[in-house]
């Protein structure tokens, strides 16, 4: 078991550029969930869906910010227009069935927007 | 909002020392995890339970739901425990976000 795989792993993107973030869950693994992980800010919840439907986005900024799971093997975080304040390690990890299950995490992408 | 404050914020010790980290929340916590990350590193789910004592190891976590706090003991500490231990807490419910403490800072010197 590869556990939760995230590309790249790192990522340097000029101001007002996008970036894509791409996270493959652990094979079986019905929720995925997107953190992010700041110094100032430590580890913040963005969004989890399950089976591929969105559940929860309370914690996605609501501008430039989405996500999307076209199928059971990966999810995208898209940020478009990146500012410097974006540049954070993004996490993603995925659990068997949602709810309160223990969550798995991948090695993370580290976003540096100049 | 919900909030998690961890106690300490550092801690050295000699190796073979015992460590007890605390973790409390704000709000009702219907179970905690508790996760390790060495720096620039994945992390590392070591522990998950909603009530109760569970053990594993050299690492015991207790949680008193009703009391909003948790614990993770270390026993025997040794020099590659080095790192954070971050506490997480889920709310409840149908709710299956991770509220993340800012964890603790673990430095085991031999």
């Known amino acids: 078991n590869a556990g939760v795989i995230q590309t790249p792993r790192h990522k340097v993107t000029g101001k007002g550029q996008e970036a894509t973030l791409w996270c493959e869950p652990i094979?079986?693994?019905?929720?995925v969930f997107w953190y992010r992980q700041t110094i100032v800010q430590g580890l913040e919840f963005l969004t989890y869906?399950?089976?591929?439907?969105?559940?929860?986005d309370s914690g996605m900024p609501k501008e430039r910010f989405s996500a999307q799971m076209p199928n059971q093997s990966h999810s995208t975080l898209k940020i478009q227009s990146t500012q410097p304040q974006d540049s954070a390690v993004y996490l993603c990890?995925?659990?068997?069935?949602?709810?309160?299950?223990?969550?798995?995490f991948g090695p993370g992408t580290r976003l540096l927007v100049l | 909002g919900q909030q998690v404050q961890q106690s300490p914020a550092s801690l050295v010790l000699q190796e073979g020392e015992n460590a007890e980290l605390q973790c409390n929340f704000s709000?009702?916590?219907?179970?905690l995890q508790w996760f390790y990350q060495r720096p620039g590193g994945s992390l590392v789910s070591l522990l998950s339970?909603?009530?109760g004592t569970k053990h594993t190891g050299r690492l015991t976590s207790t949680t008193v739901t009703k009391e909003r706090r948790g614990s993770l003991h270390i026993s025997s500490s040794q020099i590659t425990d080095s790192g954070t231990y971050l506490c997480a807490m889920f709310s409840g419910g149908s709710n299956a976000k991770l509220t993340f403490g800012k964890g603790t800072k673990l430095s085991v010197k031999s």
């Open positions: 709000s009702t916590a219907t179970r």
């Open positions: 869906f399950r089976n591929q439907a969105p559940i929860d």
């Open positions: 094979s079986g693994h019905s929720a």
């Open positions: 990890a995925s659990s068997h069935w949602g709810g309160q299950d223990t969550q798995y």
């Open positions: 339970n909603p009530s």
